[in-house]
């Protein structure tokens, strides 16, 4: 069964610009969670989506927003990007909520590294 | 705001020793999970525990939820190179995951 995906694995981007990255889950999986990690502030929740609903929401701006297709794929998008938007950004795919009551396994994909400059 | 502190946020130590590195709360979680993380790639889950005061073994790894289910703990026996990574510890509440500061841990040959 292959992993999940996501693309593209590095990007670059000037302050200001916007970006776009995609998350293509483990095949049956319907929950999608993205996380933000960067050294001083590690592994932060963004959002969580399932069945095409966002579930539940972190502590970002709404600068960040995302969506889910009906295949389960997902794509974040940042607007007018700050210089602290660099970071590693994680896509989480699991079977069911990856926040619910008791939880569920996640499988993370390796991420797409982006630099603002 | 949940919070997950860890410690040590460092740890360098020799081949064959044993270590522990802590997972700290104030906030109640209704479970708890541990993933380690190497370069270049998303964490990987490690295990996920359920009760208060339950211990998992994963071969030389042991970990353990605090009776409260506020902290937890990950414990390696005779340490190799290959347990080196990122250590996360990651809290389930309030419908999302709260992750923890992280444990860079490096054990040398």
């Known amino acids: 069964k292959a992993g999940v995906t996501q693309t593209p694995r590095y990007l670059i981007k000037t302050r200001g610009q916007q970006v776009t990255l995609s998350c293509s889950p483990i095949?049956?999986?319907?929950?999608v969670s993205w996380y933000q990690q960067t050294p001083g502030q590690g592994l932060q929740f963004l959002f969580e989506y399932f069945s095409e609903t966002q579930r539940n929401k972190g502590n970002f701006p709404g600068r960040f927003s995302g969506r889910q297709f009906s295949n389960s794929r997902s794509e974040m998008n940042v607007s007018t990007l700050e210089l602290g938007d660099s970071a590693l950004y994680l896509c989480?795919?699991?079977?069911?909520?990856?926040?619910?009551?008791?939880?569920?396994?996640?499988?993370f994909g390796p991420g797409t590294r982006l630099t603002v400059t | 705001t949940q919070l997950l502190e860890q410690s040590p946020q460092f740890l360098s130590i020799q081949e064959g020793e044993n270590l522990t590195v802590y997972c700290n709360s104030s906030s109640v979680f209704s479970s708890l999970q541990w993933y380690r993380q190497e370069p270049g790639e998303g964490p990987v889950l490690l295990v996920t525990?359920?009760?208060?005061?339950e211990v998992k073994k994963l071969k030389r790894l042991t970990f353990q939820f605090g009776d409260a289910r506020k902290d937890s703990s990950l414990h390696i026996t005779a340490a190799q190179p290959g347990d080196t990574g990122l250590y996360l510890c990651a809290g389930v509440g309030n419908e999302k995951l709260t992750f923890g500061t992280g444990t860079r841990l490096t054990i040398i040959p």
């Open positions: 525990v359920v009760t208060g005061g």
């Open positions: 989480a795919s699991s079977l069911k909520l990856a926040g619910g009551f008791l939880g569920d396994e996640q499988y």
């Open positions: 095949s049956g999986h319907r929950s």
